[in-house]
């Protein structure tokens, strides 16, 4: 993959289900959407192992210290977290766990002005033909949550549209414009938390025909 100019892959490891995913990215690791986005950090001066951090935290939805050196082969494990950090301090990534487990995921801020290039280059299909399968009020609510949106709305609209219909995490991230990782680590997760919405196989977390919903007959939480 490195040969032919592709995205590095990217290894997640589950030790409480005994498993592991292999995730590869099968498309040139800057292309011209890349590019445009990149720009739009040109103020802090972002090196060329930061915006490979960049591009691959926003196509898995998270990255490590351990992914970051992946990317970075030349780069050790303080070296790592220095960057990593400087990405945190520059409001791109936001910063989750502690100690072995911490990792890091795009912001807000790093994350609003992609959605505007996908649609350009015309890659927004699925993301429309999904949406429209949703009732006029919630396709609304969906055009409306751009990602600077407070985040107990977002989480009441994923609620609210698994109310309408079921859904896997991957339709989901269809319709809301987000990475699936993103996707069940941010949203889906906070409300299984507060029992709001249930699993098709709750036995099976992991479970990659996975399909979430809610109770219709619920109401709403504040």
Not at 20 to 38: G, P, Q, R, S, T
Not at 68 to 84: P, W
Request: net charge neutral; glycine share 6%; hydrophobic share 35%.
């Amino acid at each position: 993959m490195d040969d032919q100019g592709l995205s590095s892959s990217v290894l997640q490891s589950d030790r409480t289900g005994n498993s592991f995913m292999a995730m590869l990215l099968f498309h040139h690791f800057l292309n011209h959407d890349d590019l445009i986005w990149l720009i739009t950090f040109e103020l802090h001066n972002l090196v060329g192992d930061e915006m490979n951090a960049m591009i691959s935290a926003r196509e898995v939805g998270a990255i490590n210290n351990t992914t970051f050196r992946s990317l970075n082969r030349e780069c050790d494990t303080l070296s790592a977290s220095k960057y990593l950090r400087r990405l945190v301090d520059f409001w791109l990534l936001d910063k989750k766990g502690r100690g072995s487990r911490t990792y890091y995921v795009p912001s807000a801020k790093a994350l609003e002005n992609w959605p505007a290039s996908v649609q350009a280059s015309g890659k927004s299909t699925e993301l429309e033909s999904k949406s429209t399968e949703l009732s006029t009020e919630l396709q609304q609510r969906v055009q409306g949550a751009g990602r600077k949106s407070d985040k107990s709305s977002l989480l009441q609209l994923v609620v609210d549209i698994l109310k309408e219909r079921p859904l896997s995490a991957a339709e989901l991230a269809s319709i809301l414009g987000r990475t699936q990782k993103h996707i069940r680590m941010e949203y889906l997760q906070p409300v299984l938390d507060q029992g709001r919405i249930t699993r098709s196989n709750p036995e099976k977390p992991t479970d990659p025909n996975q399909v979430y919903s809610a109770d219709p007959t619920a109401s709403g939480m504040s």
